[in-house]
């Protein structure tokens, strides 16, 4: 009998239950027994509505992160947060954000450095980076995953506990100073020998052991390293399901098919044309796992056609077939039953977190008992499908033609940053390191509470518009006060940086619950883009003039470039995601123009997710980088030499494509330093970078306020790497998840720090 699984489940509740109670019990308005309770409760209903799989993944929990959890079951914690008396719960958070909770003990009340943050692969989920030394010893502490398999035990549950493999993890580290990751690999094995033997006592049959970097282009010391890792792990006690997912294995194929474990896990959805060579190399025991329905996006799967090509493996495999989504439905939203709102025609075509176990379990029933077993549920899908190809409302002549006439001179500024600069300097007037944030200013109780009722219709068009432009004018003035240099509208109307945009563009639809984790209690909703895009009228314009006109310092009109709308959408999977970048580069470029007419002259396009919609594989990055580098010039470069272009991104990686980022010539760039310690401009010592940089010294994932003192000494390390002249100083991301009380702070020191490095220039 074919049997169905999963690999993972959102934890953050249908209702983002998990996000509210972490956020209570960080203001210390909840206990921790509180918090613990509702991480119970939300275990147990997720459990329950996987209990109809097979087997159900334990261990997929977690307060924050994942990778976070992973450090402290084998006792990575950064020396910086060793011996803190009371619950570890506390230092763990003390790790992911800088402290714990309000009220907390006396250090809580400074902080601590949060952990680096950065991107799950190519996804937009951020993990917390673990830290390795020469020194890195590892203790085992299994507490939570043990916990959590006991509670599902109790509940009845067939449990398969869920961990990331050794050298995953490792991979996804960094070395604080000059020590080799892979040198740690000895003792950390030990310490994953030891857990699973504990599973093995405790009965446990299965292990969903991840190692997602078996998809990346693997150097021989790594691959070698996964070898003799599952050679070690041959007599554990327990069967491991080797989990893989993101991609194609390509020459890693050999590789996986000849790991000593039990069963193997692959991406069926990106990775459909290996798996006949898969099975060809596996022995006859091996047990395959094919993940056939997309764990990333949120489209109906063609059920007939996957079928059609599961049949005759479901035939040569028998009891060796196992089915699964693509990976851990951390990425896809809770359950599309609750969407009540949503176009009717639009939700047909859709399934989330919930509707997707229920296709893997209508493949895995058709395979075991055939397809007149669920035949009126195969109609269904097939009617669903077919409705999608063919609605007139996916396709649009008239986008199509527009984009069909794109010429690359579009894409072109009319004069090189060289000319640009002094025009710009001339008409803006900024002092040396000009100050200015990201965007977005605190989201406060009001702005939400007006949305709401504008929303429920509570309160009306009128009323909305004084309530944003009272929050807009508070922004004005308190910028204006701290001495800022460029100032932003700080974005009160926007519920977020995508989907404010796709909601006033044709070709988009918007989920009411479609809440997706991003990092910790950060949750994102992104739109959907079902069709062809175009924008019917201005976005932005009358918010952004209202703001200039209550200041007579430059205002700097706010806009997300085309490739993050992209990226943190849920997109079309009918045409290939280059030309649906193109038709957004083409609606943003009309938005930007239009606010160049308006009399904006600094316009930043934010391309916070340019990074994270790199391919997994280096020898696939050229076709991407060029398509999304085109897509940047061809919304951001129609406007005249004085207006200047700012970009903004933030926690990922920039090394290794810098070259692609200085193509897309915006005058001024802004990026996450303040958690990497300014690591992040190494890329700068070998690169002579030609337009100006804002590094960010502000981390505003954490509730820490930086020091004058700490600001200055992060601008001078970015001043031996980029000319003085040419640095910004700046928040590394926007402000809209901080509290005033927090960022008034802040940003004083920041614009203190910014008048002491002027003196001292």
């Not at 079951?73 to 954000?97: C, I, K, Q, S, W």
């Not at 990425?331 to 919930?354: C, N, Y």
């Not at 600001?711 to 809209?736: F, H, T, Y």
Request: aromatic share 8%; net charge negative; charged share 25%.
């Amino acid at each position: 009998m074919v049997k169905a699984h999963n690999l993972g489940f959102p934890r953050i509740g249908s209702k983002r239950e998990l996000k509210f109670a972490l956020e209570s019990y960080w203001k210390g308005e909840s206990s921790r027994d509180e918090l613990k309770a509702v991480g119970a409760e939300l275990r147990q209903r997720h459990w329950r509505v996987q209990a109809s799989l097979d087997l159900v993944p334990v261990g997929d929990f977690s307060f924050y992160d994942q990778v976070l959890d992973t450090s402290f079951m084998v006792g990575n914690l950064p020396e910086r947060v060793r011996g803190f008396d009371g619950d570890d719960l506390d230092n763990y958070f003390r790790v992911a954000r800088g402290r714990s909770a309000a009220g907390g003990d006396r250090h809580d009340a400074c902080g601590v450095a949060a952990g680096e943050m950065t991107k799950w692969f190519d996804t937009n989920y951020h993990y917390i980076v673990p830290e390795f030394g020469i020194d890195t010893e590892f203790e085992l502490d299994a507490s939570r995953l043990l916990e959590q398999l006991h509670e599902a035990r109790t509940s009845g549950i067939e449990a398969k506990p869920v961990i990331i493999g050794p050298v995953t993890y490792l991979w996804l580290g960094k070395a604080k100073d000059d020590s080799d990751r892979l040198a740690l690999l000895p003792r950390l094995l030990s310490v994953y020998a030891e857990l699973l033997e504990t599973l093995a006592r405790e009965g446990v049959e299965w292990v969903q052991v991840d190692e997602p970097i078996l998809v990346t282009e693997l150097r021989p010391a790594w691959a070698h390293a996964l070898r003799d890792t599952y050679h070690q792990f041959r007599a554990s006690g327990v069967k491991l399901m080797l989990a893989t997912y993101f991609g194609t294995l390509d020459e890693n194929l050999y590789l996986l098919a000849n790991l000593p474990v039990a069963g193997l896990h692959v991406d069926a959805v990106n990775g459909r044309g290996e798996v006949q060579a898969l099975l060809g190399q596996l022995p006859g025991h091996k047990v395959v796992s094919l993940g056939v329905v997309d764990g990333r996006n949120i489209w109906k799967s063609d059920l007939c056609v996957l079928l059609d090509w599961l049949e005759p493996i479901a035939e040569r495999l028998g009891d060796r077939l196992w089915l699964a989504p693509s990976c851990s439905l951390l990425h896809v939203p809770v359950d599309l039953g609750s969407e009540q709102k949503l176009d009717g025609e639009i939700r047909s075509w859709l399934a989330f977190a919930v509707q997707k176990l229920a296709e893997v379990g209508l493949l895995a029933t058709a395979l075991n008992d055939g397809r007149d077993a669920v035949k009126a549920e195969l109609d269904a899908n097939r009617a669903d499908v077919a409705a999608r190809r063919n609605s007139s409302r996916v396709h649009d002549p008239t986008v199509q033609a527009a984009l069909a006439t794109v010429d690359p001179a579009l894409g072109r500024r009319r004069s090189g940053y060289v000319e640009r600069a002094p025009k710009q300097a001339a008409l803006l007037n900024l002092p040396a390191f000009p100050t200015t944030t990201i965007g977005s200013f605190p989201q406060t109780a009001g702005i939400r509470q007006a949305r709401s009722q504008f929303k429920a219709g509570a309160l009306d068009e009128a009323g909305y518009r004084v309530a944003m432009q009272a929050e807009i004018a508070r922004s004005v003035r308190e910028q204006e006060a701290l001495g800022l240099d460029v100032l932003v509208h700080g974005e009160a109307e926007r519920n977020d940086m995508v989907e404010y945009f796709g909601e006033q563009l044709d070709g988009y639809a918007f989920s009411q619950f479609g809440w997706v984790q991003s990092y910790g209690s950060r949750c994102v909703k992104p739109p959907i883009l079902f069709g062809d895009i175009s924008r019917p009228e201005a976005m932005t314009v009358e918010w952004i003039r209202y703001a200039a006109s209550l200041t007579d310092k430059p205002m700097k009109g706010m806009l997300t470039g085309p490739v993050t709308i992209l990226n943190w959408s849920f997109v079309r999977d009918d045409q290939p995601r280059s030309v649906s970048c193109h038709q957004l580069a083409l609606a943003i470029r009309e938005e930007v123009l239009d606010l160049e007419r308006a009399g904006v002259r600094i316009i930043q396009i934010d391309e916070a997710a340019l990074r994270e919609g790199l391919p997994l594989r280096k020898s696939q990055w050229k076709d991407y980088l060029r398509w999304a580098v085109e897509s940047f010039r061809l919304a951001a470069n129609g406007v005249a030499d004085e207006t200047q272009i700012h970009t903004h991104m933030c926690y990922s990686e920039f090394n290794d494509i810098i070259a692609s980022i200085a193509e897309m010539d915006a005058d001024v760039i802004t990026i996450e330093t303040s958690r990497s310690d300014m690591e992040l401009l190494d890329a700068f010592d070998s690169f002579d970078y030609p337009n100006e940089i804002g590094p960010g010294v502000y981390d505003i994932h954490s509730p820490n306020i930086p020091t004058e003192d700490h600001i200055v000494q992060l601008m001078r390390k970015a001043a031996k790497r980029i000319p003085s002249e040419r640095l910004w100083v700046n928040p590394d991301c926007g402000l809209k998840t901080r509290q005033w009380n927090e960022v008034i702070p802040a940003l004083t020191n920041m614009v203190a720090a910014a008048r002491t490095l002027r003196a001292s220039a």
